[in-house]
């Protein structure tokens, strides 16, 4: 008998659809025969910290691009995986001015000042692009990852999210890897039949918002008929994910594959973690666009060391404590870093090739070192947009980050004419 190759076959029950995992004799075959498959998803991960990383010890020598750059110290933790990311030297957001934003506008590239009465305004970030267009097909069209620390002690700034919305609104999600594990696990034991109304009487409440808000406009000013439309956008938002949670309704979440992790862990143990959610996110194809706006203040005390986060970054004239508590700063982040790759790496698809072969992690932060926002430490690895991979690519000074996003997005499939304040591609970035 032949059996479609789908991307996801469900079983259904009597009370339920419970999601199957990709069995060989559903056509998930690991050989040459099986090239007529329907090829695996591109997958889009953003991990961002703030404070910056040590300017003379984890950059790598700016006159040797290309393949044979020697890592600097503060990559070396990834050098089995050399061949497998490429960092990018010269990219700035020059509509940002602000040396305690590491995550505000990391993946917008707004202008912190706004429009004209506005104190504050940002735009919608690379990460909810690639979401409305890689999105539709999984239960969650995002996964917006946090480590619940205040905008300064971790130098990521306000809004607490390196996520924002079409609006520019920043987007919450999970604090902590305890909540991370509950949004993608949790099961509602509820009967069927009454989740179905339950869905249904929120429905009618939003129906009848809409109706009342409508009649009010008519009367309302100009002024406040814009603060109408931003109110409608808002229940649109609702609209959209009553629509998504009807779709999945009765379709079993994955089972865990680790235990349910503990209260309180912070710093490295955090980071693991929620390094280890992420992947296998991505794996049960849960969602296929992921951020995460991780610790550095916890990071730091879980090292031991005794400089608070924000005057390590002030290491500059100071050789000594601050200077050594930023580069052992540098070397566990990197440490955490080949873990995940280890384990994108580690996770074979129903095709036979990798998690990490249809992956693309970006890896980086707003600040560069101290407060200073030219040349963003970015790296990019992974195979899922087609990009090139193992080389050091320095680009001319002032060129706008938005010009990496706008080429992972074109690489992930995506093709739009520009991202932000992009000026093109990030040509050698292409060169796959």
Not at 136 to 157: M, Y
Not at 342 to 367: C, M, Q, W
Request: proline share 6%.
């Amino acid at each position: 008998m032949n059996i479609p190759l789908e991307r996801r076959r469900f079983l259904e029950t009597g009370t339920a659809i419970i999601a199957l995992p990709a069995l060989e004799s559903l056509g998930f075959r690991r050989f040459a025969a099986a090239a007529t498959a329907e090829p695996r998803p591109k997958r889009l991960l953003f991990l961002g910290f703030g404070w910056g990383v040590t300017n003379d010890s984890w950059y790598p020598d700016a006159n040797k691009p290309g393949r044979d750059y020697p890592l600097p110290p503060g990559l070396q933790p990834l050098e089995k995986h050399k061949a497998d990311f490429t960092i990018i030297q010269g990219l700035w957001h020059r509509h940002t001015a602000n040396g305690h934003y590491g995550s505000t506008f990391w993946l917008t590239g707004a202008n912190e000042f706004g429009q004209p009465g506005q104190a504050f305004s940002n735009t919608v970030s690379v990460d909810q692009v690639a979401a409305s267009r890689l999105g539709a097909a999984t239960r969650f069209d995002s996964l917006c990852l946090d480590c619940g620390e205040a905008a300064g002690g971790s130098g990521h700034g306000p809004g607490l999210s390196l996520s924002w919305d079409s609006r520019g609104k920043p987007l919450g999600g999970p604090r902590n890897p305890v909540e991370a594990f509950h949004k993608l696990f949790a099961r509602d034991t509820t009967p069927l039949e009454q989740q179905q109304a339950r869905l249904l009487e929120r429905k009618s409440v939003l129906d009848d918002a809409i109706d009342n808000v409508r009649e009010l406009g008519r009367r309302l000013g100009k002024a406040d008929r814009e603060k109408l439309r931003e109110y409608f956008d808002g229940i649109r938002d609702l609209e959209a994910k009553l629509a998504r949670d009807r779709k999945w309704l009765g379709v079993e979440r994955p089972q865990p594959a680790i235990a349910e992790p503990k209260p309180g862990l912070a710093g490295v143990e955090e980071i693991r973690l929620m390094y280890e959610i992420a992947a296998f996110a991505l794996e049960t194809d849960s969602s296929r666009v992921i951020t995460y706006r991780q610790p550095v203040s916890t990071l730091v005390s879980s090292l031991g060391i005794k400089v608070e986060a924000h005057t390590m970054s002030h290491y500059h004239g100071h050789a000594g404590e601050k200077q050594e508590a930023s580069q052992r700063r540098d070397t566990a982040q990197s440490e955490l870093l080949a873990g995940l790759f280890d384990r994108l790496k580690a996770t074979k698809e129903p095709d036979g090739s990798t998690l990490f072969d249809h992956t693309t992690v970006v890896y980086g932060s707003n600040i560069r070192t101290g407060h200073s926002l030219d040349n963003c430490p970015t790296l990019v690895a992974g195979r899922g947009a087609g990009l090139c991979m193992g080389e050091q690519i320095v680009v001319p000074k002032g060129t706008p980050l938005c010009n990496a996003w706008l080429t992972i997005l074109k690489g992930s499939g995506i093709d739009m004419p520009s991202f932000g304040d992009s000026t093109g591609v990030v040509e050698p970035l292409v060169r796959a």
